[in-house]
């Protein structure tokens, strides 16, 4: 039994590193979509002047994996997927969005660049964010007013004057961090695999369209269940379950889901532990007790067909 669960953790979780997946560009970082600023949503109006990029070509693989199969994409059929995507990309980055802004409350995080505080004059008392500075007390002997660090080019501050604190908030903005640094590391953990599993659902409403063909279904199918069943986890058990002709029941499936969510919870708190650098070993221990679980709630036919296919990857 042990050699059979070091074969099924091996299937199901260590040939995550191969996974080509086809990226329809929905994401980019996931701590970019958390930033104050969202990005701009496709086909927005440019600026007055401004040249209108050019759409991604987000169909690139699959055309090449349709030519390939000798069920090539028509224009009309490009022009029916695009608009799925069109239209499905904008709602699945607000859900990342929302469950991400959520997640950053649960834990007191603000994604929002800090105004820094203006730096005190010479003299001048130390500000406090409710309470307004006392007047700075001049010096026997005034020295030359320094110049501010982050000064306007061509700005000539007044004689003693803090610098002004909007400017500097302005300049700092420009050389603030990347919102993925404000991100911990677990929230970003939990967001990519959301990501992922947001694109494998794009793929397969694509896969299933009525636009194609049935040939044309049946290699997108393939090409969606390959990539899902080589990242590992719940649906890379259940795909393999039905390929092997033995799916979980209807009494089955939440039970295995749940084990699933608690191993993503488990992860999510080694990643925090961590800094986003999980043991590998603590990992893979994770996913063989996650397994061992699972296969204790499959009947002897499922154990079978399991094996079996495990056997056949080797």
């Known amino acids: 039994m042990k050699r059979q669960l070091s074969l099924a953790a091996f299937f199901f979780f260590g040939i995550t590193a191969y996974a ?9 970082d ?9 990005p701009a949503a496709r086909g927005a109006a440019p600026a007055r002047g401004a040249a209108t990029p050019a759409p991604p070509d987000r169909l690139v693989r699959l055309r090449e994996a349709l030519l390939k199969a000798d069920a090539p994409l ?29 997640m950053m409350a649960e834990r007191g995080v603000n994604t929002a660049t800090p105004a820094p505080a203006p730096t005190p004059a010479p003299g001048a008392g ?4 409710a309470a307004t500075p006392p007047p700075a007390q001049p010096p026997a002997s005034p020295p030359s ?44 953990d939990a967001l990519e695999v959301e990501m992922r599993q947001l694109n494998d659902a794009l793929f397969m409403q694509i896969a299933t369209a009525p636009a194609l063909k049935p040939a044309q279904q049946t290699v997108l199918t393939k ?11 719940f649906d890379a058990l259940r795909i393999t379950m039905e390929d092997a002709g033995a799916p979980f029941t209807a009494e089955q499936t939440p039970k295995v889901q749940a084990l699933f969510e608690e191993q993503k919870a488990a992860r999510a708190a080694l990643a925090k532990e961590s800094q986003g650098t999980p043991d590998p070993a603590k990992l893979k221990q994770l996913e063989r007790d996650t397994l061992t679980k699972v296969v204790g709630l499959l009947v002897p036919a499922q154990r079978t067909a399991l094996l079996g296919m495990l056997r056949a990857q080797q």
Do not use: W
Not at 30 to 38: F, H, I, K, Q, S
Not at 87 to 96: D, F, G, L, V
Not at 126 to 129: E, F, H, I, W
């Open 126 to 129: 130390v500000a406090t964010p």
């Open 223 to 233: 090409m969606s269940r390959d990539q899902i069943r080589s990242r590992g986890g």
């Open 30 to 38: 996931a701590g970019n979509l958390l930033g104050p600023a969202a």
């Open 74 to 102: 028509t224009k009309e059929q490009e022009t029916e997927l695009n608009k799925i995507i069109d239209t499905e990309i904008p709602k699945m980055q607000r859900t990342i969005r929302t469950h991400g802004q959520q």
């Open 20 to 28: 080509q997946d086809v990226d329809f560009g929905a994401f980019n």
């Open 145 to 188: 007013p320094p110049v501010p660090p982050a000064a306007a080019r061509g700005a000539t501050p007044a004689a003693g004057a803090p610098p002004n604190a909007a400017l500097l908030a302005a300049l700092a903005a420009r050389n603030a961090p990347p919102p993925s640094s404000r991100v911990p590391a677990e929230v970003l």
